[in-house]
């Protein structure tokens, strides 16, 4: 097994869309309730990629899963913080590869100068729980009941991880 991690282009969103597809069908992982298409995924890989890092894991030429960071909050004092998201195809969990490209995600983030890293995740998911202690997460607080789905009202619970010091004049993250 050969593992790549390189960034995403727009080449990758059917095979991403594929990925997400049953995180939204099938569970409360995500909150989103329709599934987004190659198109809208192509889209967003678009919009990310100017400012945040979107990467993706190859294992013999097969992309098996993606990670990306993405804006935390909207307003102009959280610019040095991402939030960020993993998926891994059903068919590769428990072979090895969310560890690695997470990891490259933190980093690439790290070397465009955000200072902390954030992930948001639905309550009661321990495999993402267990990831994100690995990589040095810390439990910063749960909202609870925020989001309902399947039938459901969930929990969800915020990790950070501090990538930087806290510069007291901040260069710019880069592009």
Request: aromatic share 14%.
């Given at each position: 097994m050969t593992l790549t991690i390189r960034p995403a282009t727009p080449d990758d969103a059917e095979t991403i869309a594929a990925i997400y597809r049953p995180y939204v069908t099938d569970t409360v992982i995500t909150f989103e309730i329709d599934a987004p298409d190659a198109e809208e995924m192509r889209a967003r890989i678009e919009r990310i990629t100017p400012t945040?890092?979107?990467?993706?894991?190859?294992v013999d030429g097969a992309v098996l899963g993606y990670a990306y960071g993405s804006a935390y909050r909207t307003r102009a004092a959280y610019r040095w913080v991402a939030e960020t998201g993993i998926y891994v195809a059903d068919a590769a969990r428990g072979q090895r590869i969310g560890t690695p490209l997470y990891r490259a995600l933190l980093d690439e983030l790290h070397r465009r100068g955000f200072v902390a890293a954030m992930g948001v995740m639905t309550a009661g998911n321990p495999a993402s729980t267990a990831l994100h202690e690995?990589?040095?997460?810390?439990?910063?607080?749960?909202?609870?009941?925020?989001?309902?789905?399947?039938?459901?009202?969930?929990?969800?619970?915020?990790?950070?991880?501090?990538?930087?010091?806290?510069?007291?004049?901040p260069k710019e993250p880069l592009a």
């Open positions: 945040h890092p979107w990467l993706v894991a190859e690995r990589l040095g997460f810390v439990d910063t607080g749960t909202q609870p009941g925020i989001g309902y789905k399947h039938g459901g009202w969930h929990d969800v619970v915020f990790w950070q991880k501090d990538l930087a010091e806290r510069m007291r004049e």
